[in-house]
Protein backbone atom coordinates (compact mmCIF):
# COMPACT_ATOMS: atom_id res chain seq x y z
CA UNK A 1 0.00 0.00 0.00
CA UNK A 2 1.11 3.29 -0.91
CA UNK A 3 0.58 6.15 2.58
CA UNK A 4 1.27 10.05 2.08
CA UNK A 5 2.45 11.24 5.31
CA UNK A 6 1.08 14.84 4.96
CA UNK A 7 0.88 16.80 8.31
CA UNK A 8 1.63 20.64 9.55
CA UNK A 9 4.35 21.45 12.15
CA UNK A 10 3.43 20.63 15.53
CA UNK A 11 3.57 24.26 16.85
CA UNK A 12 6.29 24.82 19.12
CA UNK A 13 7.99 21.15 19.16
CA UNK A 14 8.79 20.04 16.19
CA UNK A 15 8.60 21.05 12.03
CA UNK A 16 6.05 19.94 9.23
CA UNK A 17 9.29 17.87 7.81
CA UNK A 18 9.93 16.22 11.02
CA UNK A 19 6.28 15.41 11.87
CA UNK A 20 6.19 13.59 8.50
CA UNK A 21 9.70 11.64 8.78
CA UNK A 22 8.30 10.31 12.03
CA UNK A 23 4.96 9.31 10.93
CA UNK A 24 6.84 7.70 8.11
CA UNK A 25 9.02 5.83 10.75
CA UNK A 26 6.55 5.14 12.74
CA UNK A 27 4.52 2.98 9.75
CA UNK A 28 7.33 0.88 8.71
CA UNK A 29 8.28 -0.15 12.03
CA UNK A 30 5.22 -2.06 11.42
CA UNK A 31 4.40 -2.03 7.99
CA UNK A 32 7.91 -2.36 6.29
CA UNK A 33 6.48 -3.11 3.32
CA UNK A 34 4.60 -0.18 1.90
CA UNK A 35 5.62 3.03 0.39
CA UNK A 36 5.17 5.79 2.96
CA UNK A 37 6.04 9.20 0.74
CA UNK A 38 6.69 12.39 2.89
CA UNK A 39 4.90 15.80 2.03
CA UNK A 40 5.16 17.92 5.16
CA UNK A 41 2.41 20.63 4.63
CA UNK A 42 1.23 24.21 5.75
CA UNK A 43 -1.88 26.34 4.91
CA UNK A 44 0.16 29.68 3.98
CA UNK A 45 1.08 31.30 7.42
CA UNK A 46 4.00 30.57 9.55
CA UNK A 47 6.35 27.65 8.35
CA UNK A 48 5.31 27.49 5.03
CA UNK A 49 8.37 28.61 3.61
CA UNK A 50 10.23 25.31 4.97
CA UNK A 51 7.02 22.98 4.19
CA UNK A 52 7.78 23.85 0.74
CA UNK A 53 11.37 23.84 0.14
CA UNK A 54 11.45 20.61 2.12
CA UNK A 55 8.43 18.87 0.55
CA UNK A 56 10.17 19.98 -3.09
CA UNK A 57 13.43 19.77 -2.63
CA UNK A 58 14.30 22.89 -2.56
CA UNK A 59 16.92 25.86 -1.69
CA UNK A 60 16.96 28.35 0.91
CA UNK A 61 18.75 31.86 0.57
CA UNK A 62 19.31 34.49 3.21
CA UNK A 63 19.37 38.07 2.63
CA UNK A 64 19.60 40.78 4.87
CA UNK A 65 16.57 43.49 5.11
CA UNK A 66 14.94 45.99 6.97
CA UNK A 67 13.26 44.58 9.91
CA UNK A 68 9.74 45.54 10.66
CA UNK A 69 11.22 48.95 13.02
CA UNK A 70 13.64 49.06 10.59
CA UNK A 71 16.54 47.20 12.71
CA UNK A 72 18.41 44.74 10.12
CA UNK A 73 17.27 40.93 9.69
CA UNK A 74 18.18 38.09 8.36
CA UNK A 75 15.17 36.57 6.57
CA UNK A 76 15.56 33.76 3.88
CA UNK A 77 13.08 33.15 0.65
CA UNK A 78 12.75 29.51 -0.98
CA UNK A 79 13.21 28.36 -4.67
CA UNK A 80 11.86 25.13 -5.90
CA UNK A 81 10.60 23.84 -8.84
CA UNK A 82 6.62 23.35 -8.11
CA UNK A 83 3.61 22.57 -10.64
CA UNK A 84 3.59 25.77 -11.49
CA UNK A 85 7.56 25.78 -12.97
CA UNK A 86 10.34 27.85 -10.74
CA UNK A 87 8.58 29.55 -7.79
CA UNK A 88 9.89 31.67 -5.13
CA UNK A 89 8.53 31.48 -1.36
CA UNK A 90 8.70 34.51 0.48
CA UNK A 91 7.27 34.43 4.05
CA UNK A 92 6.66 38.15 5.32
CA UNK A 93 7.10 37.29 8.71
CA UNK A 94 10.06 36.63 8.55
CA UNK A 95 11.15 40.03 7.54
CA UNK A 96 8.09 42.26 9.06
CA UNK A 97 6.64 39.79 11.16
CA UNK A 98 5.58 40.73 15.00
CA UNK A 99 8.02 37.92 16.30
CA UNK A 100 10.66 40.07 15.24
CA UNK A 101 10.17 42.77 17.70
CA UNK A 102 9.86 43.14 21.61
CA UNK A 103 6.49 43.48 22.70
CA UNK A 104 7.50 46.93 24.29
CA UNK A 105 8.82 47.97 21.17
CA UNK A 106 6.13 47.24 19.20
CA UNK A 107 4.10 49.93 16.98
CA UNK A 108 1.95 49.83 14.11
CA UNK A 109 2.48 53.88 13.48
CA UNK A 110 5.92 53.31 12.41
CA UNK A 111 6.27 49.41 11.30
CA UNK A 112 6.76 49.20 7.58
CA UNK A 113 6.76 45.68 4.95
CA UNK A 114 10.17 47.14 3.38
CA UNK A 115 11.75 44.22 4.55
CA UNK A 116 9.33 42.03 2.63
CA UNK A 117 9.76 44.07 -1.35
CA UNK A 118 13.41 43.96 -0.15
CA UNK A 119 12.82 40.07 0.13
CA UNK A 120 10.32 40.04 -3.08
CA UNK A 121 13.47 41.89 -4.83
CA UNK A 122 16.02 39.24 -3.60
CA UNK A 123 13.68 36.58 -4.96
CA UNK A 124 12.63 38.04 -8.10
CA UNK A 125 16.21 38.67 -9.42
CA UNK A 126 16.59 34.42 -9.23
CA UNK A 127 14.51 34.94 -12.27
CA UNK A 128 11.31 33.12 -10.88
CA UNK A 129 7.93 32.12 -13.15
CA UNK A 130 6.04 32.87 -9.78
CA UNK A 131 6.24 34.34 -6.49
CA UNK A 132 4.94 33.05 -3.73
CA UNK A 133 4.26 35.59 -0.56
CA UNK A 134 2.90 34.34 2.44
CA UNK A 135 1.00 36.44 4.48
CA UNK A 136 0.38 36.64 8.25
CA UNK A 137 1.94 37.60 11.86
CA UNK A 138 3.00 40.78 10.50
CA UNK A 139 4.21 43.77 12.95
CA UNK A 140 2.96 46.07 10.56
CA UNK A 141 -0.13 48.14 8.94
CA UNK A 142 1.61 50.29 6.26
CA UNK A 143 -0.83 48.98 3.38
CA UNK A 144 2.18 47.40 1.94
CA UNK A 145 3.47 50.62 1.51
CA UNK A 146 6.92 49.65 2.72
CA UNK A 147 6.79 47.02 0.66
CA UNK A 148 5.81 49.27 -2.61
CA UNK A 149 9.22 51.68 -1.67
CA UNK A 150 11.14 48.65 -1.55
CA UNK A 151 10.64 47.87 -5.14
CA UNK A 152 11.03 51.06 -6.89
CA UNK A 153 7.32 52.82 -5.51
CA UNK A 154 7.14 56.53 -5.01
CA UNK A 155 4.86 57.56 -2.61
CA UNK A 156 4.88 61.62 -2.13
CA UNK A 157 3.47 63.98 0.35
CA UNK A 158 2.37 66.98 -1.00
CA UNK A 159 5.66 68.90 -1.61
CA UNK A 160 6.71 65.74 -3.47
CA UNK A 161 8.74 64.09 -0.32
CA UNK A 162 9.14 60.44 -0.14
CA UNK A 163 6.94 59.46 2.76
CA UNK A 164 8.38 58.42 5.72
CA UNK A 165 8.17 54.71 7.14
CA UNK A 166 4.66 52.90 8.54
CA UNK A 167 1.10 53.19 8.46
CA UNK A 168 0.76 56.70 10.42
CA UNK A 169 2.49 58.36 6.96
CA UNK A 170 -0.57 57.50 4.92
CA UNK A 171 -2.43 60.16 6.25
CA UNK A 172 0.28 62.63 4.33
CA UNK A 173 0.21 60.54 0.30
CA UNK A 174 -0.67 63.11 -1.94
CA UNK A 175 0.21 61.37 -5.26
CA UNK A 176 1.70 57.64 -6.36
CA UNK A 177 4.06 56.92 -8.67
CA UNK A 178 4.33 53.46 -10.03
CA UNK A 179 6.61 53.86 -13.46
CA UNK A 180 9.68 53.90 -11.19
CA UNK A 181 8.69 50.79 -10.15
CA UNK A 182 11.48 48.15 -10.84
CA UNK A 183 12.32 45.77 -13.49
CA UNK A 184 13.02 42.89 -11.68
CA UNK A 185 9.43 41.80 -10.63
CA UNK A 186 7.80 42.97 -13.41
CA UNK A 187 6.18 40.00 -15.56
CA UNK A 188 6.70 37.76 -12.96
CA UNK A 189 3.48 36.10 -11.74
CA UNK A 190 2.52 37.00 -7.52
CA UNK A 191 0.14 34.67 -5.51
CA UNK A 192 -0.68 35.49 -2.27
CA UNK A 193 -1.28 33.15 0.37
CA UNK A 194 -3.55 33.86 3.60
CA UNK A 195 -6.11 32.52 5.70
CA UNK A 196 -7.84 36.00 6.13
CA UNK A 197 -10.44 37.81 4.01
CA UNK A 198 -10.87 40.76 5.88
CA UNK A 199 -11.34 43.93 4.30
CA UNK A 200 -8.64 46.97 4.24
CA UNK A 201 -10.70 49.47 6.72
CA UNK A 202 -13.81 49.24 8.73
CA UNK A 203 -14.62 47.50 11.61
CA UNK A 204 -13.66 43.65 10.13
CA UNK A 205 -10.45 45.86 8.70
CA UNK A 206 -6.80 45.54 9.29
CA UNK A 207 -6.66 48.09 11.87
CA UNK A 208 -9.44 47.54 14.09
CA UNK A 209 -9.44 43.40 13.93
CA UNK A 210 -5.25 43.24 14.28
CA UNK A 211 -3.98 46.53 15.04
CA UNK A 212 -4.67 46.02 19.27
CA UNK A 213 -2.04 42.59 18.77
CA UNK A 214 0.42 44.81 17.16
CA UNK A 215 0.44 47.58 19.80
CA UNK A 216 -2.28 49.82 18.70
CA UNK A 217 -4.19 52.10 21.31
CA UNK A 218 -7.99 52.71 20.73
CA UNK A 219 -6.72 55.95 19.25
CA UNK A 220 -4.10 54.56 16.91
CA UNK A 221 -6.96 51.98 15.52
CA UNK A 222 -8.70 55.35 14.32
CA UNK A 223 -5.79 57.01 13.31
CA UNK A 224 -4.55 53.77 11.11
CA UNK A 225 -7.60 53.06 9.87
CA UNK A 226 -8.09 56.19 8.49
CA UNK A 227 -4.98 56.49 7.05
CA UNK A 228 -5.56 53.03 5.08
CA UNK A 229 -8.90 54.64 4.05
CA UNK A 230 -7.23 57.76 2.50
CA UNK A 231 -3.91 55.27 0.83
CA UNK A 232 -7.36 53.02 -0.80
CA UNK A 233 -8.63 56.62 -2.24
CA UNK A 234 -5.40 57.69 -3.73
CA UNK A 235 -4.82 54.39 -4.88
CA UNK A 236 -7.82 54.34 -6.71
CA UNK A 237 -7.44 57.51 -8.16
CA UNK A 238 -3.63 57.34 -9.19
CA UNK A 239 -3.64 53.49 -10.37
CA UNK A 240 -7.02 53.20 -10.85
CA UNK A 241 -7.12 49.78 -8.60
CA UNK A 242 -10.07 49.69 -5.97
CA UNK A 243 -8.85 47.87 -2.83
CA UNK A 244 -11.73 49.31 -0.70
CA UNK A 245 -13.78 46.71 -0.51
CA UNK A 246 -11.88 43.18 -1.98
CA UNK A 247 -12.22 40.46 0.55
CA UNK A 248 -8.47 40.06 1.97
CA UNK A 249 -7.20 43.13 1.02
CA UNK A 250 -6.72 43.61 5.11
CA UNK A 251 -4.45 40.98 5.14
CA UNK A 252 -1.00 41.01 7.42
CA UNK A 253 -2.02 45.12 8.38
CA UNK A 254 -3.44 45.53 4.40
CA UNK A 255 -0.34 43.89 2.76
CA UNK A 256 -2.70 42.33 0.75
CA UNK A 257 -4.16 45.52 -0.57
CA UNK A 258 -0.43 46.44 -1.14
CA UNK A 259 0.20 43.19 -3.70
CA UNK A 260 -3.10 43.86 -5.54
CA UNK A 261 -2.71 47.20 -6.54
CA UNK A 262 1.13 47.06 -7.39
CA UNK A 263 2.34 43.73 -8.17
CA UNK A 264 -1.11 42.44 -9.45
CA UNK A 265 -1.21 39.59 -7.27
CA UNK A 266 -4.03 37.27 -6.96
CA UNK A 267 -5.69 36.76 -3.08
CA UNK A 268 -5.88 32.60 -2.06
CA UNK A 269 -6.62 30.49 0.73
CA UNK A 270 -3.10 29.45 2.04
CA UNK A 271 -3.73 25.81 2.09
CA UNK A 272 -5.28 25.64 -1.37
CA UNK A 273 -1.88 27.67 -2.64
CA UNK A 274 0.04 24.74 -0.74
CA UNK A 275 -1.88 21.93 -2.07
CA UNK A 276 -1.30 23.28 -5.30
CA UNK A 277 1.97 23.95 -5.05
CA UNK A 278 2.92 20.59 -3.65
CA UNK A 279 0.71 18.79 -6.49
CA UNK A 280 -1.28 17.19 -3.96
CA UNK A 281 -4.43 16.10 -5.78
CA UNK A 282 -1.45 14.21 -8.00
CA UNK A 283 0.22 12.59 -4.86
CA UNK A 284 -3.13 11.44 -3.72
CA UNK A 285 -4.28 9.46 -6.75
CA UNK A 286 -4.23 6.02 -5.86
CA UNK A 287 -2.75 6.51 -2.25
CA UNK A 288 -4.53 3.81 0.27
CA UNK A 289 -4.07 6.48 3.11
CA UNK A 290 -3.25 10.00 4.19
CA UNK A 291 -2.23 10.75 7.46
CA UNK A 292 -2.12 14.84 8.06
CA UNK A 293 -2.25 16.52 11.38
CA UNK A 294 -0.89 19.15 13.63
CA UNK A 295 -0.36 20.26 17.52
CA UNK A 296 -3.72 21.12 18.09
CA UNK A 297 -6.71 19.69 16.51
CA UNK A 298 -9.51 22.11 16.84
CA UNK A 299 -12.85 24.22 15.10
CA UNK A 300 -10.31 26.67 13.66
CA UNK A 301 -8.12 23.16 12.15
CA UNK A 302 -11.36 22.26 9.98
CA UNK A 303 -11.66 25.54 8.72
CA UNK A 304 -9.19 26.13 5.83
CA UNK A 305 -5.83 25.19 7.41
CA UNK A 306 -3.86 22.35 6.63
CA UNK A 307 -6.13 19.27 8.34
CA UNK A 308 -9.23 20.81 6.62
CA UNK A 309 -7.79 21.06 3.69
CA UNK A 310 -6.00 17.36 3.44
CA UNK A 311 -9.49 16.11 4.43
CA UNK A 312 -11.30 17.50 2.08
CA UNK A 313 -9.37 16.51 -1.32
CA UNK A 314 -9.17 13.26 0.12
CA UNK A 315 -12.89 13.07 0.22
CA UNK A 316 -13.11 14.29 -2.47
CA UNK A 317 -10.44 11.20 -4.23
CA UNK A 318 -11.82 8.30 -2.14
CA UNK A 319 -8.77 8.26 -0.33
CA UNK A 320 -9.13 7.18 3.66
CA UNK A 321 -7.82 9.36 5.62
CA UNK A 322 -6.47 10.05 9.59
CA UNK A 323 -4.99 12.32 11.87
CA UNK A 324 -2.53 12.24 14.15
CA UNK A 325 -2.37 15.53 16.81
CA UNK A 326 -0.89 16.52 19.81
CA UNK A 327 -4.23 17.36 21.31
CA UNK A 328 -7.91 16.88 19.70
CA UNK A 329 -10.60 19.22 20.58
CA UNK A 330 -12.64 18.35 17.86
CA UNK A 331 -12.83 14.96 15.93
CA UNK A 332 -13.87 14.87 11.83
CA UNK A 333 -17.08 12.93 11.40
CA UNK A 334 -15.45 9.38 10.31
CA UNK A 335 -12.25 9.88 10.37
CA UNK A 336 -9.29 8.11 12.71
CA UNK A 337 -7.71 10.78 15.26
CA UNK A 338 -4.62 9.75 17.62
CA UNK A 339 -4.43 11.67 20.28
CA UNK A 340 -0.87 12.16 21.50
CA UNK A 341 -1.58 13.40 24.70
CA UNK A 342 -4.09 10.75 25.19
CA UNK A 343 -1.87 8.03 23.97
CA UNK A 344 1.83 8.89 25.99
CA UNK A 345 0.31 11.35 28.47
CA UNK A 346 1.00 15.63 28.23
CA UNK A 347 4.80 15.26 29.67
CA UNK A 348 6.11 13.05 26.98
CA UNK A 349 3.59 14.71 24.32
CA UNK A 350 5.26 17.91 24.63
CA UNK A 351 8.69 16.91 25.56
CA UNK A 352 9.58 13.87 23.04
CA UNK A 353 6.98 15.08 20.15
CA UNK A 354 8.69 13.21 17.70
CA UNK A 355 8.84 9.80 19.39
CA UNK A 356 5.03 10.61 20.51
CA UNK A 357 4.14 10.92 16.74
CA UNK A 358 6.30 7.86 15.53
CA UNK A 359 4.01 5.99 17.97
CA UNK A 360 0.60 7.39 16.73
CA UNK A 361 1.79 6.06 13.06
CA UNK A 362 2.67 2.15 15.07
CA UNK A 363 -0.86 2.27 16.48
CA UNK A 364 -2.42 3.27 13.38
CA UNK A 365 -0.86 0.78 11.32
CA UNK A 366 -1.68 -2.23 13.61
CA UNK A 367 -5.21 -1.04 13.79
CA UNK A 368 -6.09 -1.81 10.68
CA UNK A 369 -6.39 1.41 8.83
CA UNK A 370 -8.26 1.94 6.38
CA UNK A 371 -9.61 -1.26 5.55
CA UNK A 372 -11.47 -1.37 8.90
CA UNK A 373 -12.56 2.28 9.21
CA UNK A 374 -14.66 1.23 12.77
CA UNK A 375 -10.95 0.13 14.75
CA UNK A 376 -10.35 1.57 18.34
CA UNK A 377 -7.15 3.29 18.61
CA UNK A 378 -4.92 4.21 21.64
CA UNK A 379 -4.85 7.76 21.85
CA UNK A 380 -8.52 8.00 20.13
CA UNK A 381 -10.15 9.57 23.54
Known sequence: M??????????????????????????????????VDEVPMADGGEGTL?????????????????????????????????????????EMALASGLALIAESRRDPRRAT??????????????????????IGGSATNDGGAGMAQALGVRLLDAEGRELPPGGAALLRLHRIDA??????????????ASDVDNPLTGPQGASAVYGPQKGATPEDVRLLDGA?????????????????????????????????????????????????????????????????????????????????GVLRLARELGVPAAVVCGR??????????????????????LDDTRRAVEEAAEALARSGVPAERGVSLPGAG
Do not use: N
Not at 179 to 192: A, C, I, N, Q, S
Not at 261 to 280: H, K, N, Q, S, Y
Open 2 to 35: RVLAAPDKFRGTISAAEAARALAAGWRRVRPGDR
Open 50 to 90: DALVEALGGDRHTVRVAGPLGDPVDAAYGLVDAAEGRTAVV
Open 113 to 134: TRGTGELILAACRQRPRQVIVC
Open 179 to 192: TTLVPEVRGVRFLV
Open 228 to 308: LGHYAAVLHRDLGIDVREMPGAGAAGGLGAGLIAFLGARLRPGIDVVTEALGLRDRLAGAGLVITGEGKLDEQSLRGKTVD
Open 328 to 349: AEVRPEGVPVVSLVDLVGEERA
